[in-house]
């Protein structure tokens, strides 16, 4: 395939599908046009990159109206949305049917459907709050778009290797925000959930593991932790390679993170003090040992964060090292 195809190709890679055929032959006769009667190579190359960057040079063929998303933005925009509100839709099905299920209020039926229907718009409307938020602060800031290179577009670029650089696997991201928005919205809309359960009457008691007025004082900070992490994987799944500039704010998120979450666990600041001597009461275990297993269960949290934290903060810089 020779220069001007593979030009060509690249300014309609993405422009809708209507107007792929018209922007090619428009395109191809403006390049025509620009080359004397029997072009050289170096004719067709001065050519090219007098056009310049082929997605720059793409907006002229592409008739889309924009609005607040921009069009390097828009596809990667809606698949996020979609995945990020299935994810929240699904968990606020899942919570309003597990706290029905534990404690059913009064009001029958009619009030589960409408609990359910109330979670679950709730859940699709500050989905999409956040994540158009988070992609109208990461386009005006220009922090997340890959195709447009420091040292400027070149005619060579066109037959580069598409396959070269550290590649981001999208699968390990989307299990990323799954987990993210999963465990935050259970801590902010219902961490009584989290709790040993007992059966008491016709119904179920609980005992929560977190100390609920202490885990609402932290809520702020784990809402910025989500965000940050949530903000870390969008750019991740748009820039699709690592570099310098990913690699360093991943490492300050999972720095951030270590930080807060050894300070809530640090003394179990967040854990219910009364735990183990209420499960005591309903199990066969002393509250010294359900004491004992939690104070190990807490070191092994905080033990795998800090190997997380260093794995995770560590590993995108080896692999550009081992790159370049």
Known sequence: MNLIDLYINAVIAKLPQERKADAAEELRAKINGMLPADPS?????????????PQLQAKNYDTRQRYLIGPDYYDNYISILKLVIGILITVMALVTVLTWIISPPDGGIVQFFTDLFTAMVGGAVQAATWVTVIFVIMERSKVAIPPIQAHGWTVDDLSKDKSKGVMIKRS???VSIFFTITFTAILYFRPELLS????SGGSYAIVPIFDLERLQDFMPLIIIIALLELVISIWKII??????????????RYSVGMVFWLVMLWNRAIINPDFASEVSQHTRFSAA??????????WVI????????????????VKLAKNK
């Not at 040993?196 to 059966?199: E, I, L, M, S």
């Open 41 to 53: 190579e170096e004719d067709v190359r001065k050519v090219l990159q007098n056009l310049g960057d």
């Open 172 to 174: 390990d991201v989307f």
């Open 196 to 199: 040993f359960y007992y059966r």
């Open 239 to 252: 820039n699709r390679r690592w570099n310098l500039s990913l690699a360093i704010a991943n490492a300050v």
């Open 289 to 298: 040992s359900i004491d004992r297993s939690l104070e190990i269960t807490v």
């Open 302 to 317: 905080i033990a795998a964060t800090v190997v997380s934290w260093i794995s995770e903060s560590i590993r995108p810089f």
